[in-house]
């Protein structure tokens, strides 16, 4: 079965620079969400889009930014990188409105600032 | 707001014994309890969910959990623990944001060893 696809698996950048994470969901899902886990630490809500709109925002820096495209894959920008943005980054899918639903993870994308 | 504790960073267990891994979560209304399992450098893994109805749970890998709302636990258990279950181990509950799904609140994960 098809999976959360995210890319690129890992990536490393300079201090300042900007990076791109993409997502692609499991297939008629219309919801996707972004998660960062730092080293040791437990997944961290960033934001989610439902329906290309955004629907909820965690602790998302504003040096950050998201979007939901039409064909639903979504992309996390992040610039004026810093050394503490090293982290897993992970993308999650779902069906919605959907009460209690699953989210479905990707395998992450591992920025490495340096 | 939710929140979810796991009172253990780690736990090492012997090949072939028991396995519980404790989870205590806050939420306001019925919660949507989830254990996921992380594999170094890997993505998060479903093991179980719990949404409404019987309280013990079956998952994958022969996994289970209990859902105690008197103590707000959601416990991880496995009768008989093999070298390949040792990963990191995430509770969560989840939270539906409007009408566009279901945001998850981690706790801070149970790492478990496991010696041969």
């Known amino acids: 079965a098809a999976g959360v696809i995210q890319s690129p698996r890992h990536l490393i950048k300079e201090k300042r620079e900007t990076a791109t994470l993409k997502c692609y969901p499991i297939?008629?899902?219309?919801?996707v969400y972004w998660y960062q886990q730092g080293p040791g630490q437990d997944p961290q809500f960033l934001i989610s889009?439902?329906?290309?709109?955004?629907?909820d925002k965690g602790s998302i820096p504003d040096r950050f930014s998201a979007q939901q495209f039409s064909d639903y894959h979504s992309e996390l920008n992040m610039s004026s990188l810093e050394l503490g943005d090293s982290a897993l980054y992970f993308c999650?899918?779902?069906?919605?409105?959907?009460?209690?639903?699953?989210?479905?993870f990707g395998e992450g994308s591992r920025l490495t600032v340096l | 707001a939710q929140s979810v504790t796991q009172p253990d960073i780690h736990i090492t267990v012997s090949e072939g014994a028991s396995l519980e891994l404790r989870c205590n979560y806050s939420?306001?209304?019925?919660?949507?309890l989830f254990w996921y399992v992380q594999s170094p450098g890997q993505g998060l893994q479903l093991l179980l969910k719990y949404f409404s109805g019987d309280t013990l749970v079956q998952g994958i890998k022969g996994f289970e959990a209990e859902f105690k709302r008197s103590q707000s636990s959601f416990n991880l258990r496995k009768p008989s623990v093999h070298w390949s279950d040792a990963a990191e181990y995430f509770c969560a509950v989840g939270a539906l944001i409007k009408a566009a799904g279901n945001k998850l609140t981690f706790g801070g994960g149970t790492r478990v060893l496991v010696k041969p």
């Open positions: 297939p008629r899902h219309d919801t």
């Open positions: 889009f439902y329906e290309k709109m955004q629907s």
């Open positions: 999650a899918s779902s069906l919605a409105p959907q009460v209690a639903g699953e989210l479905f």
């Open positions: 939420y306001g209304a019925t919660p949507y």
